[in-house]
């Protein structure tokens, strides 16, 4: 098992900056994947950025150039870094775990973004 627990979020004004954070414990593999993934009211589970041990990333093309995705293995902690937050970044963002990409993933209990226009 695995447990993720986030940190950050909040209300933050259109062009905006705020900083997600994300700690596994429990059985964590060497080798995994962490990521951030978003859910709007009435939308779908969206990706938003995921980077591998090896520091590999993706990021969802509407949040490309303007979030960062770290992560400290030694932690095992990643974090998520948004600038020029817009109001359609509003969302509940859910930190995710999983050891390769065809996993059963883990997921956080969500902490809430807010962009207000």
């Known amino acids: 098992q695995v447990q993720l627990v986030e940190s950050g979020g909040g209300v933050v004004q259109s062009g905006g900056s705020l900083r997600l954070a994300c700690v596994a414990s429990?059985?964590?593999?060497?080798?995994?994947?962490m990521g951030w993934y978003r859910q709007a009211p009435g939308k779908q589970r969206e990706l938003v950025a995921t980077i591998t041990t090896g520091g590999s990333t993706n990021y969802a093309d509407s949040v490309k150039g303007r979030f960062t995705i770290k992560r400290d293995n030694a932690k095992n902690t990643v974090s998520l870094q948004m600038n020029s937050l817009k109001p359609e970044d509003t969302a509940v963002y859910y930190c995710n775990y999983r050891i390769t990409s065809l996993s059963s993933p883990y997921w956080g209990q969500g902490t809430q973004v807010t962009v207000s226009s």
């Open positions: 429990g059985s964590i593999f060497s080798m995994n994947i």
